[in-house]
T-cell receptor, first 114, second 114 residues
Protein backbone atom coordinates (compact mmCIF):
# COMPACT_ATOMS: atom_id res chain seq x y z
CA UNK A 1 0.00 0.00 0.00
CA UNK A 2 0.86 3.68 0.06
CA UNK A 3 3.14 5.16 2.73
CA UNK A 4 3.33 8.90 3.35
CA UNK A 5 6.11 10.45 5.44
CA UNK A 6 5.71 14.03 6.69
CA UNK A 7 8.35 16.36 8.15
CA UNK A 8 8.80 18.13 10.44
CA UNK A 9 6.43 17.01 13.19
CA UNK A 10 6.60 20.48 14.78
CA UNK A 11 7.49 23.76 13.10
CA UNK A 12 7.79 27.11 14.87
CA UNK A 13 8.19 30.29 12.80
CA UNK A 14 8.01 33.99 13.47
CA UNK A 15 4.90 35.80 12.31
CA UNK A 16 5.48 37.09 8.81
CA UNK A 17 8.07 34.45 7.93
CA UNK A 18 7.49 31.52 5.57
CA UNK A 19 6.78 27.92 6.56
CA UNK A 20 7.53 24.81 4.51
CA UNK A 21 6.23 21.31 5.23
CA UNK A 22 7.47 18.34 3.22
CA UNK A 23 5.98 14.95 2.41
CA UNK A 24 7.19 11.91 0.53
CA UNK A 25 5.09 9.07 -0.82
CA UNK A 26 5.93 5.55 -1.87
CA UNK A 27 3.43 4.55 -4.57
CA UNK A 28 4.29 6.00 -7.97
CA UNK A 29 0.68 5.37 -9.06
CA UNK A 30 -0.67 7.94 -6.56
CA UNK A 31 -2.20 10.83 -8.48
CA UNK A 32 -3.88 13.19 -6.02
CA UNK A 33 -2.20 15.06 -3.17
CA UNK A 34 -4.32 17.21 -0.82
CA UNK A 35 -3.28 19.24 2.19
CA UNK A 36 -5.55 19.61 5.20
CA UNK A 37 -5.53 22.04 8.12
CA UNK A 38 -6.93 20.87 11.43
CA UNK A 39 -7.74 23.22 14.28
CA UNK A 40 -8.25 22.01 17.82
CA UNK A 41 -11.50 20.13 18.25
CA UNK A 42 -12.38 20.32 14.57
CA UNK A 43 -12.22 18.06 11.57
CA UNK A 44 -9.56 18.48 8.88
CA UNK A 45 -10.30 21.17 6.30
CA UNK A 46 -8.91 21.07 2.77
CA UNK A 47 -6.68 24.07 2.05
CA UNK A 48 -5.12 23.12 -1.28
CA UNK A 49 -4.66 20.07 -3.48
CA UNK A 50 -2.60 19.12 -6.51
CA UNK A 51 -2.87 16.40 -9.13
CA UNK A 52 -0.04 14.48 -10.69
CA UNK A 53 -0.25 16.29 -14.03
CA UNK A 54 0.62 19.62 -12.36
CA UNK A 55 3.94 20.68 -10.81
CA UNK A 56 2.83 23.66 -8.75
CA UNK A 57 -0.36 25.32 -7.57
CA UNK A 58 -0.87 28.57 -5.70
CA UNK A 59 -3.76 30.09 -3.77
CA UNK A 60 -2.93 33.46 -2.25
CA UNK A 61 -0.36 32.80 0.53
CA UNK A 62 -0.41 29.03 0.07
CA UNK A 63 1.38 27.01 -2.57
CA UNK A 64 2.04 23.33 -3.15
CA UNK A 65 4.80 21.83 -5.30
CA UNK A 66 4.98 18.27 -6.59
CA UNK A 67 8.03 16.36 -7.81
CA UNK A 68 6.75 13.11 -9.30
CA UNK A 69 10.21 11.78 -10.07
CA UNK A 70 11.37 12.14 -6.49
CA UNK A 71 7.90 11.33 -5.13
CA UNK A 72 7.70 14.29 -2.83
CA UNK A 73 5.43 17.29 -2.42
CA UNK A 74 5.62 20.36 -0.22
CA UNK A 75 3.34 22.98 1.30
CA UNK A 76 4.58 26.56 1.37
CA UNK A 77 2.89 29.25 3.47
CA UNK A 78 4.19 32.79 3.04
CA UNK A 79 3.66 35.81 5.30
CA UNK A 80 2.45 33.61 8.12
CA UNK A 81 -0.23 34.92 10.45
CA UNK A 82 -1.37 33.80 13.94
CA UNK A 83 -4.45 32.13 12.44
CA UNK A 84 -2.15 29.81 10.49
CA UNK A 85 -1.32 28.02 13.75
CA UNK A 86 -2.79 24.51 13.45
CA UNK A 87 -1.90 20.93 12.57
CA UNK A 88 -1.34 20.35 8.87
CA UNK A 89 -1.69 16.97 7.17
CA UNK A 90 -0.54 15.92 3.75
CA UNK A 91 -2.19 12.97 2.02
CA UNK A 92 -1.89 10.88 -1.11
CA UNK A 93 -4.61 8.99 -2.88
CA UNK A 94 -4.05 5.29 -3.33
CA UNK A 95 -6.19 2.93 -5.39
CA UNK A 96 -4.28 -0.32 -5.24
CA UNK A 97 -5.59 -3.68 -4.05
CA UNK A 98 -9.20 -2.72 -4.77
CA UNK A 99 -9.31 -0.01 -2.12
CA UNK A 100 -9.66 3.68 -2.87
CA UNK A 101 -8.86 6.20 -0.18
CA UNK A 102 -6.37 8.71 1.17
CA UNK A 103 -3.22 7.84 3.07
CA UNK A 104 -2.31 10.64 5.47
CA UNK A 105 1.00 11.78 6.88
CA UNK A 106 1.30 12.00 10.64
CA UNK A 107 0.87 15.75 10.74
CA UNK A 108 2.89 18.90 11.39
CA UNK A 109 2.06 21.16 14.31
CA UNK A 110 2.70 24.68 12.98
CA UNK A 111 3.24 27.34 15.64
CA UNK A 112 3.31 31.00 14.63
CA UNK A 113 5.29 33.03 17.15
CA UNK A 114 4.10 36.67 17.54
CA UNK B 1 -25.45 24.72 5.40
CA UNK B 2 -24.77 21.66 7.60
CA UNK B 3 -22.22 19.75 5.48
CA UNK B 4 -21.14 16.58 7.31
CA UNK B 5 -22.75 16.01 10.70
CA UNK B 6 -21.45 13.46 13.18
CA UNK B 7 -23.16 12.32 16.35
CA UNK B 8 -22.45 11.91 19.17
CA UNK B 9 -19.50 14.27 19.74
CA UNK B 10 -18.30 12.33 22.78
CA UNK B 11 -18.94 8.80 24.03
CA UNK B 12 -17.57 6.56 26.75
CA UNK B 13 -18.13 2.81 26.48
CA UNK B 14 -17.21 -0.24 28.47
CA UNK B 15 -15.30 -3.08 26.85
CA UNK B 16 -17.71 -5.38 25.01
CA UNK B 17 -20.46 -2.82 24.52
CA UNK B 18 -21.74 -2.00 21.08
CA UNK B 19 -22.63 1.34 19.57
CA UNK B 20 -23.21 3.13 16.30
CA UNK B 21 -21.51 6.35 15.26
CA UNK B 22 -23.77 8.38 13.03
CA UNK B 23 -22.71 10.35 9.96
CA UNK B 24 -24.99 12.33 7.67
CA UNK B 25 -24.24 14.67 4.78
CA UNK B 26 -26.57 17.01 2.92
CA UNK B 27 -24.44 17.63 -0.19
CA UNK B 28 -25.68 14.63 -2.21
CA UNK B 29 -22.16 13.21 -2.21
CA UNK B 30 -21.61 9.70 -3.50
CA UNK B 31 -18.29 8.95 -1.77
CA UNK B 32 -18.30 8.66 2.02
CA UNK B 33 -15.63 7.35 4.34
CA UNK B 34 -14.67 6.78 7.95
CA UNK B 35 -11.23 7.50 9.41
CA UNK B 36 -9.80 7.10 12.86
CA UNK B 37 -7.23 9.53 14.24
CA UNK B 38 -4.80 8.42 16.91
CA UNK B 39 -1.98 10.50 18.46
CA UNK B 40 1.09 10.43 16.25
CA UNK B 41 -0.63 8.23 13.65
CA UNK B 42 -2.43 10.66 11.37
CA UNK B 43 -5.77 9.53 9.96
CA UNK B 44 -6.35 5.96 8.83
CA UNK B 45 -9.14 4.78 6.56
CA UNK B 46 -11.55 2.28 8.14
CA UNK B 47 -14.31 1.79 5.54
CA UNK B 48 -15.64 3.70 2.59
CA UNK B 49 -18.63 3.73 0.26
CA UNK B 50 -18.99 4.89 -3.34
CA UNK B 51 -22.77 5.00 -3.24
CA UNK B 52 -25.90 3.60 -1.64
CA UNK B 53 -25.67 -0.15 -1.21
CA UNK B 54 -21.88 -0.27 -1.82
CA UNK B 55 -19.24 -0.44 0.90
CA UNK B 56 -15.63 -1.55 1.00
CA UNK B 57 -12.79 -1.96 3.45
CA UNK B 58 -10.01 0.51 4.05
CA UNK B 59 -6.70 0.12 5.85
CA UNK B 60 -8.00 -0.77 9.35
CA UNK B 61 -11.48 -2.38 9.01
CA UNK B 62 -11.30 -5.04 11.73
CA UNK B 63 -13.84 -4.56 14.53
CA UNK B 64 -16.03 -2.18 12.51
CA UNK B 65 -19.07 -2.64 10.29
CA UNK B 66 -20.71 -0.14 7.95
CA UNK B 67 -23.78 0.06 5.77
CA UNK B 68 -25.04 2.60 3.23
CA UNK B 69 -28.78 2.33 2.79
CA UNK B 70 -29.17 5.95 1.65
CA UNK B 71 -26.93 8.49 -0.05
CA UNK B 72 -27.07 10.76 3.01
CA UNK B 73 -26.18 8.37 5.84
CA UNK B 74 -23.13 6.22 6.54
CA UNK B 75 -23.17 4.79 10.09
CA UNK B 76 -20.17 3.05 11.64
CA UNK B 77 -20.86 0.18 14.05
CA UNK B 78 -18.66 -1.20 16.78
CA UNK B 79 -20.07 -4.62 17.60
CA UNK B 80 -17.92 -5.34 20.68
CA UNK B 81 -15.85 -2.36 21.75
CA UNK B 82 -12.20 -2.87 22.73
CA UNK B 83 -9.79 -0.42 24.42
CA UNK B 84 -7.74 -0.36 21.19
CA UNK B 85 -10.70 1.36 19.54
CA UNK B 86 -10.32 4.42 21.75
CA UNK B 87 -9.81 7.15 19.18
CA UNK B 88 -11.31 10.14 17.42
CA UNK B 89 -13.46 9.09 14.49
CA UNK B 90 -14.02 11.28 11.47
CA UNK B 91 -16.53 10.87 8.70
CA UNK B 92 -15.93 12.50 5.33
CA UNK B 93 -17.75 12.84 2.04
CA UNK B 94 -16.89 13.98 -1.47
CA UNK B 95 -18.50 14.26 -4.86
CA UNK B 96 -17.95 11.54 -7.42
CA UNK B 97 -17.11 7.92 -6.71
CA UNK B 98 -13.36 8.23 -6.25
CA UNK B 99 -11.27 9.57 -3.40
CA UNK B 100 -9.50 12.10 -5.63
CA UNK B 101 -11.99 14.86 -4.90
CA UNK B 102 -11.94 17.31 -1.97
CA UNK B 103 -13.08 15.52 1.17
CA UNK B 104 -15.45 17.34 3.53
CA UNK B 105 -14.92 16.20 7.11
CA UNK B 106 -17.23 16.29 10.08
CA UNK B 107 -15.98 17.50 13.46
CA UNK B 108 -15.46 14.01 14.82
CA UNK B 109 -16.67 11.67 17.55
CA UNK B 110 -14.33 11.26 20.50
CA UNK B 111 -14.70 7.69 21.74
CA UNK B 112 -13.20 6.22 24.90
CA UNK B 113 -13.39 2.51 25.68
CA UNK B 114 -12.78 1.59 29.31
Amino acid sequence: GENVEQHPSTLSVQEGDSAVIKCTYSDSASNYFPWYKQELGKGPQLIIDIRSNVGEKKDQRIAVTLNKTAKHFSLHITETQPEDSAVYFCAARYSGGGADGLTFGKGTHLIIQP
Amino acid sequence: NAGVTQTPKFQVLKTGQSMTLQCAQDMNHEYMSWYRQDPGMGLRLIHYSVGAGITDQGEVPNGYNVSRSTTEDFPLRLLSAAPSQTSVYFCASSSGTLSNQPQHFGDGTRLSIL
